[in-house]
């Protein structure tokens, strides 16, 4: 009855009925951001939402009742864990001035969806391995942040003021030249000098205009190749070769052979290739034999 019932919850269709649920229950939190609507239908809007909290009690049920008395097992997989503290969260007493965190965890009945669809379960597995990886790299690029910042600010704070005031301002501003958003502004400010550049409505500020003709452009432009280009692919490598990673474990994980072997995918494919390779080699050996062994009976004769 069990694996029964294991292998129902797990079916295609169970996941694609309750993939479904997960949208109309994000549409109905949509549709009740609307005070027309909500004023109108808001009553329809809360039993339809009441509804769809018992589908998912049903269904969290449903699949504690698969393991049985291995329940704690259901619990290992995170997915499940949030699923239970969402659909858990909802029946909390909230009272009228905690209404809005009720709201918040209707709004977070959404995020099962990544839980649900593969595809996007594999995307966040990356990104939560990824996280210490990526916590170096963003250490590296706030180092990289702090010397330019303090270097804008030793170089350009009299000639430009708005942007390299201060450490603090000169931080914001070199995050702006990062997103590439309108940073050849402040590069010609640097360039050309305030007055004759970038000040034009607020030329009280531009107190010591001071142009940089090659210090200027060689500063903004190592930074932009540094930060948005180089730390950038670092982000995105280390994410394709987690991803890469976790790809292989689950293919493992659903291949007992494979698991047994010890052995990846790709592995297992150099080793074949090189099988091939060592059989074409004998057979070559073989025939090479084969041809001796007849010319000397050739010669016998």
């Not at 593969?118 to 790299?137: A, C, F, M």
């Not at 958003?181 to 010591?208: P, V």
């Not at 091939?276 to 000397?296: A, C, G, P, W």
Request: aromatic share 14%; net charge positive; glycine share 6%.
């Amino acid at each position: 009855m069990q694996k029964k019932l294991k292998t129902f919850t797990e079916s295609r269709q169970f996941q694609f009925f309750f993939i479904g649920i997960i949208l109309l229950s994000g549409v109905i939190v949509g549709l009740d951001s609307y005070p027309k609507i909500s004023d109108k239908y808001g009553t329809i809007l809360h039993s339809l939402d009441r509804i769809i909290l018992g589908l998912f009690v049903f269904e969290i049920c449903l699949k504690l009742t698969s393991f049985g008395p291995r329940v704690h097992e259901f619990f290992k997989d995170g997915w499940n864990v949030f699923d239970f503290i969402i659909v858990g969260a909802c029946f909390l007493p909230f009272d009228g001035q905690s209404v809005i965190v009720l709201r918040l965890l209707r709004v977070l009945r959404v995020v099962r969806l990544v839980g649900t669809i593969p595809e996007l379960k594999l995307i966040v597995n990356t990104l939560l391995k990824s996280i210490p990886s990526l916590g170096y790299i963003g250490i590296l690029l706030f180092i990289l942040f702090y010397i330019y910042a303090c270097l804008g600010t030793f170089l350009f704070r009299e000639n430009d003021p708005i942007h390299f005031e201060s450490l603090h301002i000169s931080l914001l501003s070199l995050f702006r030249v990062a997103t590439l958003e309108d940073w050849t502004d402040i590069m010609y400010t640097a360039i050309y000098g305030c007055q004759n550049y970038g000040y034009s409505g607020a030329k009280d500020l531009c107190r010591n205009s001071h142009a940089f003709p090659f210090l200027g452009w060689f500063y903004f432009v190592s930074f932009v190749l540094l930060a948005t280009f180089i730390f950038f692919n670092l982000f995105i490598g280390v994410i394709i070769s987690n991803m890469e990673d976790i790809k292989e474990k689950e293919k493992l994980r659903l291949d007992p052979d494979l698991a047994r072997m010890g052995k990846s995918e790709s592995d297992i494919k150099v080793l074949l290739k090189k099988i091939k390779k060592d059989m074409v080699l004998l057979e070559s050996h073989v025939s090479f034999l084969e041809n001796v062994e007849e010319q000397r009976f050739k010669d016998k004769r």
